[in-house]
């Protein structure tokens, strides 16, 4: 018993170790601003944002570029914050179903991946950027989500 909560404390320890770069929005870790919103916002299908199931889940998403490549920033909506994992899981989809045929759109995998940690571990980011160019993420290793 004594090695569970040994366990438990290092686990515990370690999370807010690292919290604050997974709470921290990336404006704020990067004071040189070094992205710029794209000239142009791309969207396979414009109309399903008016649809109702993405502002379900988003209040808006738009692709921008950083310093190490293209990221599509989401900012998500109080009912995803708030939802189950089935609910994320739903997000992700109607944002492919958004974004999917986007030529930024990329590595759909590794962008789950990212999407749920986000939705697990910093949900309470304003925004959550995803990383098409990344081909996978350990989070776990290393407690970012991209």
């Known amino acids: 018993m004594k090695k569970f909560y040994v366990f438990t404390f290092i686990f515990v320890m370690s999370f807010f170790m690292f919290s604050s770069d997974l709470f921290a929005d990336n404006e704020t870790q990067n004071p040189k601003n070094d992205f710029k919103e794209l000239e142009y916002s791309t969207m396979s299908d414009p109309s399903l944002i008016g649809s109702g199931s993405y502002k379900k889940y ?16 989401i900012k998500p909506s109080s009912y995803l914050i708030n939802g189950t994992i089935l609910d994320a899981h739903k997000a992700f989809d109607v944002l ?21 940690c986000h939705y697990s571990l910093a949900k309470l980011k304003e925004r959550w950027n995803l990383e098409p160019w990344k081909t996978s993420t350990n989070w776990i290793k290393y407690p970012q989500c991209n």
């Open 96 to 116: 492919k179903d958004v974004h999917g045929n986007d030529p930024e759109w990329d590595n759909t995998e590794s962008m789950k991946k990212q999407f749920l």
């Open 58 to 73: 988003f209040e808006n998403s738009y692709w921008f570029e950083r310093e190490a490549g293209i990221s599509l920033s």
